[in-house]
């Protein structure tokens, strides 16, 4: 890879050890990929998991020396102080918590901790190169924004904070961009949830290429595209997508494959939306608790579900999962205390895949989530997967 002076030097060592690492580990990258050279980022943010080889990294970086050069936001461990007022935390979960926090804080990032945080506090512009981890995230950035990133780990994504590049590759690349396969939903695209579904049996026909939709709703919500992201890539490594007519890239059929041909033609049907639903469903029957924030709700999903349950009362516990600011603005606004008048709850901070819902190992909730419902597995969670408005009405019956 050609190196600038100051790359060359943060390889040699001239600004730290951590920096130097750092630095090491994005040549062996940029070499894998056949990268020619560094760019500069101008944003980054960290997924990180709150386990320990995500801890042993960050801590390994702390200790040489390593301080963030473009401070990164970082992705949800849990709230301690709220989950300790309602369940038991074992001595070594806090400790792994509070561990996150002071290396994330000592190597420099902001304190985020949530999934979304394109939405609200690290918003790049079009063109923009960042370095993003978060399967959220990629293609929130890539495709609604036009902005540019990797599909990232933490590990890469904080080596970009501390030096301040990445190795030009991949999605950074114009040619890499460009559309793969055509995606003709014959399907009805009705609400946000419909979103969660199609980004989930797109990949059951394709996997690792970049989708082009056409024949879905011109005016789609944040949500449905955070949505659409989020199950793209959890279910086939799909980093970019795009809506003709809707993303920055698409604004024609011929734009969004750079005046190619598309490499493939798939459709989907209303019976691949039902075939994936059944498959990655739970079955009905009584339920223990509703869960929601698979990405964090933004004030909008926040919004309609304290309206749903405005005045009325639920037979099993809800939690909405979101980000510190969004729970600050549901509390001005009122719907917190909505919420919490029909026995719910807004949590900020925290990841459905952490060890802080134990007490819901075992059991069975509703969610609108495939994404929350794939990790959970592993947890022994199960969960019956419905659009928000028919989990509310569950939640407030006890069973579905
Ligand atoms: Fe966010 Fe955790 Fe789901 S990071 S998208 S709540 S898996």
């Not at 979103?195 to 082009?212: D, E, N, W």
């Amino acid at each position: 890879m050609q190196l600038t002076e100051e790359e060359l030097g943060m390889l040699d060592g001239k600004y730290g050890k951590g920096t130097q690492i750092a630095m090491k580990i994005q040549v062996a990258l940029g070499d894998v990929f056949n990268a020619e050279r560094m760019v500069p980022v101008s944003r980054t943010h960290v997924a990180l998991s709150n386990q320990e080889a995500d801890l042993w990294f960050v801590e390994k970086m702390v200790n040489a020396g390593a301080k963030c050069r473009v401070s990164p936001t970082v992705n949800p461990g849990f709230n301690l102080e709220y989950f300790q007022c309602i369940t038991k935390i074992s001595k070594k979960d806090e400790e792994t918590i509070l561990r996150t926090r002071k290396a994330y804080k000592d190597v420099g990032a902001t304190l985020t901790f949530d999934c979304t945080p394109y939405l609200e506090k690290n918003v790049p512009r079009f063109g923009e190169i960042t370095a993003y981890s978060e399967s959220s995230a990629t293609p929130f950035i890539n495709s609604v924004y036009g902005a540019r990133t990797n599909r990232e780990s933490a590990q890469s994504a904080l080596c970009a904070a501390i030096t301040g590049r990445t190795p030009l590759y991949g999605f950074l690349l114009d040619e890499n961009r460009k559309g793969q396969v055509l995606v003709d939903v014959k399907a009805k695209i009705k609400d946000d949830f419909d979103y969660q579904l199609l980004g989930y049996a797109v990949p059951k026909k394709l996997k690792f290429k970049t989708p082009v939709f056409v024949n879905v709703p011109t005016s789609p919500s944040p949500a449905a595209l955070m949505n659409l992201g989020a199950q793209l890539n959890t279910a086939g490594n799909v980093p970019m997508y795009h809506i003709v007519g809707v993303t920055p890239e698409a604004r024609t059929v011929e734009d969004a494959f750079q005046g190619s041909d598309p490499e493939n033609v798939i459709t989907i049907t209303e019976e691949d939306l039902e075939k994936v639903h059944d498959e990655i469903t739970d079955p009905g029957g009584k339920i223990d608790f509703a869960l929601f924030g698979c990405p964090h709700f933004n004030i909008d999903q926040v919004a309609h579900v304290s309206h749903l349950v405005d005045q009325k009362q639920l037979k099993v516990k809800l939690f909405i999962m979101t980000s510190s600011l969004t729970k600050e603005l549901a509390h001005r606004m009122g719907y917190l205390d909505t919420l919490q008048a029909a026995g719910g709850d807004i949590v900020d901070d925290t990841c459905m895949d952490q060890p802080c819902w134990e007490f819901l190992y075992g059991k069975k909730g509703v969610t609108d989530s495939p994404k929350c419902a794939y990790y959970t597995k592993r947890r022994n969670m199960q969960f019956v997967i419905r659009n928000v408005d028919e989990c509310i009405e569950a939640a407030m019956r006890g069973e579905i």
